[in-house]
């Protein structure tokens, strides 16, 4: 494409058919979050069409039979499903639209110039063929080519993982999504949109399918058992059914029982539970993207986390000055520091914006120094000075040096700053007190490193400060003079060390990645208290094969430093090459990938480019590694009140079946003890309400002090003993109670008794559980409503003209004896199975993860 002319620009007509040709400058998401592909998303679950296939079913034979029971069957699956699918349909929705809040929110401005004019827009506007003009601290907005460069350098790495500014020269290219540091120039916008280097990365990992998670995997495994389950279910409750009953009874008394079967309700609690665990994970700042990402978080074995802004707070503060006759104070006098304060003020590219409150843009670093020393300067010291010439900042040269020119006297002055060991091997001397200047002996040289080595190793960050007088122009860093260093500090997060604690209670490991210096990085580490042994870097990790990686992460190393986005991934598939459950962090759009691959992608908020957000299922608002740990707690909860569910659930279903089906084999009735409409109601009453309402439980008192599953099953060892023995405990005890009431008040009374058995040892089964969890009822409000509306509803069904609808009696004061008799029973029985099952098969979560600061890999 021709470049417009540079003083002119494209006119405005020009950039509004531009813009029509090519689209918004935006990351478009191929795999948009419209509400139909979300809806799909949750129809197509495999227990969901388990549901719709029985509810199919219902209708099916009610059309035969000419009665309205499958009807009512039917109406009440379809309502379960439609509860589940709008559960997970509200939750999914909303996480996309506040995603897109956040784009709009973050969205950058550009300043480009359009008819001969400058003007600033939003930079979705920019289009090909535009000039842009770029200042420091600029989000380039397209890819281009550089047709003005003054001393321009670029953080590119958001896009290559590489933490160095690269300076720029016209005629170069320069990305969108990079950040221009130092200097200004101008280029001329030549692709935006997908068709950008950034666009072509997002567009790649929108075709990477998201793997399932180990719950997912399991949910599909029980979905497809219940499917075969039912299927023979159905045969072989026909064939001893149409031995007493007709065949169209038969038939219907067969998929009543198999609908007695099918969990109803764990699509809907699944659905419920997820979002309430998203919900809350909001309020702790952390928004879920997906629904399953709640449970994947409950699931986390291995955290991986970035340190800055994370750990820590990245806000630089200079904590201490240091030269010589003012070694390690708060603030020197203005008489011995004055050169050292200007050198801080004048030799930074900081821009000072005007407002309400004065904002600063540029590095943290290079406003933590230009702060500090304005507040230590006089008004005016710095705005006598001219800068005539400036060698920027690069990671090669670690420095940064300015020339300027004071106005009162003309004299000429070179400033320079920047990282301790490249200021000082420059110097030839060094300024005292008194202003005068002593050589720098070798002596001296090797005292000054022990000084700012021992400053790093208690995780302060150091740069020193040189000047020197100059008569000719251009810079020559040479023979400078040593004023002194600023002394900084990124503190730690308030709550990050408790978040570790109760990190490593939980038998979580915490991995430490980052790009700053490995003595910094360890000595935060100490700070904070993570733990690890020893310290590995990325120039070793460039040498290292997978093995030898490996065994640096099996032997116990938590913090792996300069390192960039590629070696984040590398480090990710040893952990999970071991079935390690991994979240990772991430902010650069290298660091999509490993957020895409990650079994929970945990992007920043705050820092994260768009590209590590669409690649991420959960975003931190606040960028808090605290937020972390409170999600992982939520998750647990969320995970912990599932397997509750499943318990209960399939104990009820279990004695369901199981007393249902053995009284038609073995009961010479020559009608079902309980009907279609029955059954059915049982359903509803203990899969609907209660159950959903077992699904809000609190958090476990030991949530956060008990290892991950760690690739156990979710119906695990103890939880099949569980479901065996007290499902068989139940079915004696509802066959006990029929019998007896039979024996006693004749059939009619017997069933109804049966009828209302299933509801009462269903609540029973609750109060076992939450003994179990050691939870007491009154700690879940809602499960208390749930059991009580519940109650009051069969107490209808029994005593209001529904009892003919149903095919019920009012129960007799001996029924409801007996009733008592069995919820007595039951409920110690089922107490002293469960403390058979824990002393015969000891908790094995000790044994799942090791402790955090050790290996395990």
């Known amino acids: 494409m021709l ?88 939750q999914d929705y909303h996480a996309e639209k506040t995603v897109e809040s956040l784009r709009r929110m973050a969205a950058p401005q550009a300043t480009v110039r359009r008819a001969g004019k400058e003007m600033r827009i939003p930079a979705r506007e920019v289009v090909p063929g535009d000039i842009v003009l770029l200042e420091a601290g600029d989000v380039i907005p397209a890819d281009g080519t550089l047709l003005v460069s003054e001393h321009l350098s670029v953080d590119e790495s958001a896009l290559t993982g590489e933490s160095r500014h690269i300076e720029k020269k016209a005629g170069e290219e320069v990305y969108k999504g990079t950040t221009v540091q ?54 072989l409750t026909f064939v001893f059914a149409l031995r007493k009953f007709g065949f169209f009874e038969a038939l219907l008394f067969s998929v009543s029982l198999a609908v007695a079967a099918i969990p ?36 986390v074995e291995v955290v991986c986390t970035d340190k800055t802004g994370t750990l820590t707070k990245n806000e630089m503060d200079v904590v201490e000055v240091y030269g010589e006759g003012f070694a390690g104070v708060a603030a020197a006098p203005l008489s011995a520091a004055r050169q050292l304060y200007l050198c801080g003020a004048l030799c930074n590219n900081v821009r000072e914006i005007a407002g309400e409150e004065t904002t600063y843009e540029g590095s943290q670093t290079e406003i933590a120094v230009y702060r500090y020393t304005r507040r230590q300067l006089p008004p005016d010291a710095v705005e006598e000075f001219r800068r005539e010439d400036e060698k920027p900042f690069t990671h090669e040269r670690k420095i940064m040096s300015v020339r300027v020119v004071q106005e009162s006297t003309g004299v000429a002055y070179l400033y320079t700053l920047g990282a301790p060991e490249v200021v000082l091997a420059k110097c030839a001397a060094v300024r005292l007190e008194d202003g005068t200047t002593m050589p720098l002996t070798d002596e001296k040289r090797k005292a000054l ?45 308030a709550g990050v060390r408790q978040a570790l604690r109760d990190l490593y209670a939980a038998h979580i490991r915490v991995v430490m990645l980052t790009g700053d210096y490995p003595v910094t990085a360890a000595a935060v580490a100490r700070e904070i208290g993570l733990q690890s042994r020893g310290v590995v870097v990325g120039e070793e990790i460039d040498a290292m094969d997978d093995a030898t990686l490996a065994r640096t992460l099996r032997e116990g190393c938590n913090i792996y430093a300069r390192i960039s986005p590629f070696h984040k991934l590398r480090i990710l598939r040893q952990l999970r090459r071991r079935h ?125 002090r008990r290892a991950p599953r760690a690739g156990r099953p979710l119906i695990d060892r103890k939880l099949r003993w569980q479901i065996g023995l007290i499902g068989a405990k139940k079915i004696v005890i509802l066959l006990a109670t029929f019998l ?118």
């Open 580 to 704: 390690h459950s991994v979240a990772m962090t991430g902010d650069g759009v290298n660091d999509a990938l490993a957020l895409k691959q990650a079994d929970v992608g945990v992007a920043m908020g705050h820092r994260g480019t768009e590209v590590a957000r669409e690649a991420s299922d959960i975003i931190l608002l606040d960028d808090h590694f605290a937020t972390i740990r409170d999600a992982i707690r939520e998750g647990r909860r969320a995970m912990d009140n599932i397997k509750k569910f499943i318990n209960y659930l399939a104990v009820s279903n279990l004695a369901e079946v199981g007393v249902l089906f053995l009284a038609t084999v073995f009961f010479s009735f020559t009608a079902p003890v309980l009907s279609p409409l029955q059954i059915l109601w049982i359903n509803f009453i203990t899969d609907g309400m209660p159950a959903i309402a077992l699904g809000l439980d609190p958090a476990r008192r030991d949530v956060l």
């Open 3 to 90: 470049a417009p002319s540079p003083t002119t620009g494209l006119s405005l007509a020009e950039a509004q058919r531009l813009l029509a040709a090519h689209g918004p400058n935006e990351i478009r998401r191929t795999q948009g979050g419209d509400a139909w592909r979300i809806l799909w998303e949750q129809v197509h679950s495999p227990l969901v069409l388990v549901l719709l296939g029985a509810a199919a079913v219902a209708l099916f034979s009610s059309y035969v039979q000419g009665e309205t029971g499958g009807m009512v069957d039917a109406a009440l699956i379809f309502a379960i499903v439609a509860l589940s699918v709008l559960a997970g349909f509200i």
């Open 740 to 857: 007896l009431v039979w024996y006693w008040e004749g059939f009619a009374m017997a069933a109804t008794a049966l009828f209302t058995g299933f509801i009462l040892y269903e609540f029973v089964r609750i109060a076992t559980i939450r003994a179990q969890e050691h939870m007491p009822l009154w700690t879940n409000r809602w499960l208390l409503g749930a059991l009580a509306v519940s109650l009051l509803l069969q107490l209808a069904v029994l005593y209001t003209p529904l009892a003919r609808w149903f095919g019920v009696v009012p129960l007799s004061a001996a029924a409801w004896l007996v009733l008592a008799g069995g919820v007595v029973v039951g409920y110690f029985l089922a107490r002293w199975i469960v403390w058979g099952i824990e002393r015969l098969l000891p908790e094995a979560d000790a044994a799942a993860t090791p402790a955090a600061g050790k290996g395990g890999i």
């Open 449 to 493: 490193e022990a000084v700012y080595n021992g400053y790093a190793a208690r995780a302060l960050r150091v740069l020193a400060a040189a000047y020197k007088r100059t008569e000719e122009g251009g810079i020559e860093e040479e023979n400078l003079v040593w004023l002194g260093f600023f002394v900084m500090t990124d503190p730690p997060r």
């Open 182 to 235: 130092m200097g200004h120039g101008e280029m001329h916008a030549l692709r935006t949109g997908m068709e950008t280097k950034i666009g072509a990365i997002a567009a790649s990992l929108q075709d990477i399918t998201q793997e399932a998670s180990p719950f997912q995997k399991e949910i599909r495994g029980l979905a497809r058992i219940i499917i075969v389950f039912i299927a023979g279910l159905i045969a």
């Open 264 to 299: 109803e309700g764990l699509p809907a609690v699944l659905a419920v539970v997820l979002a309430l665990g998203a919900q809350a994970m909001v309020k702790k700042r952390a928004l879920v993207r997906r629904l399953g990402a709640v449970e994947s978080m409950g699931e």
